[in-house]
């Protein structure tokens, strides 16, 4: 098992000359081991540039994600520099892909859920990664979900305005004062969010010929919900991928339901940096 500290909310401007100065530090080292290493991703512009040019190894290829400040940078680093979301350091890496490999051959399109999908980087890495999947991105708050389309522009990827839920319902979006990454849910029946559930997702994406292969999950402690009940979903994605929350809500247990339901499950349980891959034990 695989173990790191929690990377705590970034709270600065983007523009401020400490800022520059510190994420520049970053940049600059991670410059230097693009060429001494096999690292997939190099940032090609400056921390404090709004269009980021970043460069595919794999693909040898470059692109751009659009970031609107340091949060938003800080969410480029753990996804392209960090690489929060690979297989890399997983001894089942490769069943992982000769699964995802298996359905393409079989003209069969993965479904790939990011639940709290933010601006839309770990979409588009799951897109880039995966070029054959249909992905689902959810997001509750407005302003994030824009950039998540700028930032993808695929046909493959499907918008929903919207938080997960153990049930379809309602509720409220809360901003904690932490950023744009830190928004958190409440369930409220005269809400006017709406919530949708894993197991309506799966229906609709099932009425598309999709089949469900990983789902990402970090939404600020919403889980204690989410796992809560109705949680016959999670053996049907081959790989579950969530952060969990304990660490920003101490004593409030937002874990204890998400533990509870995995714990009935035939599937290996790996901590990799801030989040937990969980992966099916009967991968066909």
């Known amino acids: 098992m695989l173990r790191t500290t929690h990377t705590r909310p970034c709270t600065y401007s983007l523009f401020e000359p400490a800022t520059i100065l ?12 693009f060429f001494f290493s096999r690292k997939r991703f190099l940032l090609i512009s400056p921390p404090f540039c709004k269009v980021q040019l970043a460069f595919d190894r794999h693909k040898k290829s470059i692109f751009t994600v659009q970031i609107r400040d340091a949060i938003d940078w800080c969410t480029t680093k753990q996804i392209y520099l960090d690489h929060d979301y690979s297989f890399k350091d997983l001894r089942r890496r490769n069943e992982v892909d000769v699964y995802y490999q298996t359905l ?5 399109s993965p479904l790939i859920v990011d639940c709290g999908a933010n ?6 890495y799951f897109s880039q990664t995966y070029p054959f999947a249909s992905i689902i991105a959810i997001e509750p708050d407005k302003a994030n979900i824009q950039q998540a389309r700028i930032n993808n ?3 493959s990827v499907e918008f929903y305005e919207a938080a997960v839920a153990s049930t379809d319902t309602r509720g409220t ?3 904690v004062g932490l950023g744009n990454n830190a928004f958190q849910v409440a369930a409220n029946p005269t809400g006017n969010l709406t919530m949708r559930s894993i197991n309506s997702i799966i229906k609709d994406a099932e009425s598309k010929k999709l ?18 009940k109705n949680t016959e979903w999670i053996d049907r994605f081959p790989v579950l991928i969530i952060e969990l929350h304990d660490w920003m809500l101490p004593k409030e247990r937002t874990s204890l339901t ?3 339901a995995i714990s009935k499950l035939d599937r290996d349980f790996v901590y990799v940096k801030e989040n937990i891959f969980s992966i099916s034990n009967r991968i066909a």
């Open 22 to 33: 510190k994420f520049s530090k970053i940049w600059a080292k991670s410059f230097v081991n």
């Open 104 to 108: 393409e051959s079989k003209g069969i």
């Open 119 to 124: 601006i839309g980087l770990a979409t588009k």
């Open 153 to 155: 522009a695929s046909q």
């Open 173 to 175: 979006l809360i901003d």
């Open 211 to 228: 089949e469900p292969f990983i789902i990402k999950i970090d939404i600020e402690g919403f889980e204690s919900e989410l796992f809560s």
């Open 258 to 260: 998400f533990l509870a």
